[in-house]
């Protein structure tokens, strides 16, 4: 009889069930043979990338045969200049989802808790059951945060806390004083993980939003990560980085793949992070679209999340995967969050104004509004 090969695996990799992304483009086109489709599923950038971009990576182009620089010096520097951090404090990855797991295999292990939230990112989980550490997610409030409760459930055995700011699915955040407590309150041998993927989208839009990057000379316990593939456009090339105290990184790019960020990448995302100019027209278009899609959800009487990301997650009232499959039908992808026990909800990315357009007309038709 031949060796049962799934039980070789270890008991967290076990359970895991694997990150669902959104439906891409080609696959609905190919399950019901329709074109015209409009993903607005997965968060991206709908403006497509920055021409600086487009521009670094054309003359990268003979640098194909060669290994990228592993230290990632350039990107580093100019980060470094826009953040004014030192290079001893970046590890750079590939997407800020490795650096997440890079950090869970760092600091925790079996005997080891993890803290988050209810309906926080669903990688969280996903590290923490990868290494076999125990989770522990506490309730949210009003679909957000509640930082006193987290920072209770902090013991002994506690190594990690991971906060999404802004959260994703839900698109809610935590104020600067909420966050200043909360850090405060934590024990210095405990590492929080500051997941800022879509803080570029704030803007100035909310004052009492927190820069985690200005709170690192206050925590060396704090690690803040954030990524290109949002507000800077990114996505494909799947490249991140996280600031924190230089010890930290140290640790971090101790464990960290070689050459896990490609020439690619790191030109392309060293050129768009001086191009300001991208970055502003990606906030307008993200804040026209966000009044477009908030104003005809409260047209259709459809309850939603606010949100200061790039997405709103909206109650349809209903199975919400009953609704997900008849906007398909109709060439519009959105994204269910029934992973994160919102059997009712939906999310959708703010795209173009020609596809939000799209989407509501769409909603519309599907909830009979």
Same mark, same amino acid.
């Given at each position: 009889?031949?060796?049962?090969?799934?039980?070789?695996?270890?008991?967290?990799?076990?359970?895991? %069930?694997?990150?669902?992304?959104?439906?891409?483009?080609?696959?609905?086109?190919?399950?019901?043979?329709?074109?015209?489709?409009?993903?607005?599923?997965?968060?991206?950038?709908?403006?497509?990338? @920055?021409?600086?971009?487009?521009?670094?990576?054309?003359?990268?182009?003979?640098?194909?045969?060669?290994?990228?620089?592993?230290?990632?010096?350039?990107?580093?520097?100019?980060?470094?200049?826009?953040?004014?951090?030192?290079?001893?404090?970046?590890?750079?990855?590939?997407? @800020?989802?490795?650096?997440?797991?890079?950090?869970?295999?760092?600091?925790?292990?079996?005997?080891?808790?993890?803290?988050?939230?209810?309906?926080?990112?669903?990688?969280?989980?996903?590290?923490?059951?990868?290494?076999?550490?125990?989770?522990?997610?506490?309730?949210?409030?009003?679909?957000? %945060?509640?930082?006193?409760?987290?920072?209770? *459930?902090?013991?002994?055995?506690?190594?990690?806390?991971?906060? *999404?700011?802004?959260?994703?699915?839900?698109?809610?955040?935590?104020?600067?004083?909420?966050? !200043?407590?909360?850090?405060?309150?934590?024990?210095?041998?405990?590492?929080?993980?500051?997941?800022?993927?879509?803080?570029?989208?704030?803007?100035?839009? %909310?004052?009492?939003?927190?820069?985690?990057?200005?709170?690192?000379?206050?925590?060396?316990?704090?690690?803040?990560?954030?990524?290109?593939?949002?507000?800077?456009?990114?996505?494909?090339?799947?490249?991140?980085?996280?600031? @924190? %105290?230089?010890?930290?990184?140290?640790?971090?790019?101790?464990?960290?793949?070689?050459?896990?960020?490609?020439?690619?990448?790191?030109? *392309?995302?060293?050129?768009?992070?001086?191009?300001?100019?991208?970055?502003?027209?990606?906030?307008?278009?993200?804040?026209?679209?966000?009044?477009?899609?908030? @104003?005809?959800?409260?047209?259709?009487?459809?309850?939603?999340?606010?949100?200061?990301?790039?997405?709103?997650?909206?109650?349809?009232?209903?199975?919400?995967?009953?609704?997900?499959?008849?906007?398909?039908?109709?060439?519009? !992808?959105?994204?269910?969050?029934?992973?994160?026990?919102?059997?009712?909800?939906?999310?959708?990315?703010?795209?173009?104004?020609?596809?939000? *357009?799209?989407?509501?007309?769409?909603?519309?038709?599907?909830?009979?509004?």
């Amino acid at each position: 009889m031949g060796c049962d090969l799934f039980s070789l695996a270890t008991e967290g990799v076990q359970g895991l %069930h694997p990150y669902q992304p959104g439906k891409p483009i080609e696959e609905l086109e190919r399950e019901l043979g329709i074109t015209n489709i409009v993903k607005l599923a997965s968060n991206e950038n709908p403006l497509g990338p @920055s021409p600086k971009a487009l521009n670094a990576i054309e003359l990268a182009f003979q640098e194909l045969c060669r290994y990228p620089d592993g230290g990632g010096f350039k990107l580093k520097t100019a980060l470094c200049e826009r953040y004014n951090t030192q290079i001893d404090q970046v590890t750079l990855g590939n997407g @800020s989802n490795d650096l997440l797991e890079i950090i869970a295999r760092v600091f925790a292990d079996k005997q080891s808790e993890i803290v988050f939230s209810q309906y926080a990112f669903a990688v969280y989980p996903l590290v923490t059951q990868s290494i076999g550490a125990k989770a522990v997610e506490v309730p949210a409030v009003d679909w957000g %945060h509640d930082l006193v409760a987290m920072a209770e *459930a902090i013991n002994d055995r506690t190594k990690l806390v991971f906060i *999404a700011n802004p959260n994703n699915p839900t698109g809610t955040y935590v104020s600067k004083s909420d966050l !200043i407590r909360f850090l405060d309150a934590v024990p210095q041998r405990v590492i929080v993980v500051l997941d800022e993927a879509y803080c570029e989208y704030i803007g100035g839009s %909310h004052q009492d939003f927190p820069d985690g990057v200005s709170l690192l000379t206050s925590y060396p316990n704090l690690i803040v990560t954030r990524t290109f593939s949002k507000a800077w456009g990114l996505a494909s090339l799947r490249v991140g980085y996280a600031l @924190s %105290h230089p010890d930290v990184a140290d640790l971090l790019n101790r464990v960290r793949q070689p050459f896990n960020v490609d020439t690619f990448a790191l030109e *392309a995302a060293t050129a768009v992070l001086a191009d300001d100019e991208y970055l502003e027209l990606s906030r307008k278009t993200n804040l026209d679209g966000m009044q477009a899609l908030t @104003s005809g959800f409260e047209r259709m009487g459809v309850d939603y999340i606010p949100s200061v990301g790039n997405f709103v997650t909206f109650d349809t009232g209903r199975d919400a995967i009953a609704v997900y499959q008849s906007l398909l039908a109709q060439g519009v !992808i959105v994204r269910p969050v029934a992973n994160y026990g919102m059997t009712q909800h939906l999310r959708v990315s703010i795209g173009l104004p020609e596809e939000n *357009a799209r989407f509501l007309k769409a909603l519309a038709e599907v909830l009979g509004k």
